[in-house]
């Protein structure tokens, strides 16, 4: 089945730790994007990509880091910078309209 | 500058009552895009319409129906006869241009919580 996944669903992490979050999609979208998304509140964009080798920064992207090497994946870095990682982390891609996501990754840092 | 108003923050209703979520937009564009999406309480969101700015004719979906109106900016969702698998959080979303290159903006989404 086409679709977005990320791995893991739930991710412990220490404080000062860097941690990768998984995105893989087999919908062949160009657009694959990172949101942040805390406790009753909307979805935060953090990077983007429009094509392979290009990102762009969103709107809260200090402290975190990302790479589009494939098509398929788009690998979101949440380095010991980011002052507040503890948060739902989701992904999306699209092609011509729509966004479709992912069922996103829970991190928490203690 | 493109900015989604999703005024209700949570909704509470009972079974079988209907409901309606509303989503007020505003774009410099005349050319756009709204959206909706549902995030059941297992976090990802899912795609439920897309309608753009020269289609104004309502839709309807079994249950779930939508009123586009541009004279008022508006792009409402109703729920007839609500369920508790509605209970959700409902995203309205805008945006300006097709294709991978447009990045949407969110509403605050609206949670909405039916009771059996």
């Known amino acids: 089945d086409g679709g977005i996944t990320q791995s893991p669903k739930y991710l412990f992490r220490k404080e000062g730790q860097n941690v990768t979050l998984s995105c893989e999609q087999n919908?062949?979208?160009?657009?694959m994007y990172w949101y942040r998304q805390d406790p009753g509140q909307g979805l935060r964009l953090i990077y983007y990509?429009?094509?392979?080798?290009?990102?762009q920064k969103g709107d809260i992207a200090e402290g975190y880091s990302v790479s589009r090497e494939k098509k398929e994946s788009f690998p979101l870095t949440v380095t010991s910078a980011q002052k507040n990682p503890t948060a739902f982390y989701l992904c999306?891609?699209?092609?011509?309209?729509?966004?479709?996501f992912g069922p996103g990754t829970r991190l928490t840092v203690t | 500058a493109q900015k989604v108003t999703q005024a209700q923050t949570e909704i509470s209703v009972v079974e079988k009552e209907d409901v309606t979520l509303d989503c007020v937009y505003e774009t410099r564009d005349t050319t756009y895009y709204l959206f909706w999406y549902k995030q059941p309480p297992s976090g990802e969101l899912v795609f439920l319409i897309r309608r753009n700015s020269f289609d104004e004719q309502n839709e309807i979906s079994g249950r779930y129906s939508w009123n586009f109106q541009k004279s008022t900016s508006s792009f409402n969702f109703t729920i007839t006869a609500s369920q508790v698998v509605d209970s959700a959080v409902y995203f309205c979303?805008?945006?300006?241009?097709?294709?991978?290159?447009?990045?949407?903006?969110f509403g605050r989404g609206t949670s909405l919580i039916v009771h059996p």
């Open positions: 999306a891609s699209s092609g011509d309209y729509e966004q479709y």
């Open positions: 990509s429009q094509i392979v080798n290009d990102f």
């Open positions: 919908l062949n979208h160009d657009a």
């Open positions: 979303a805008l945006s300006e241009a097709p294709g991978g290159s447009y990045i949407p903006t």
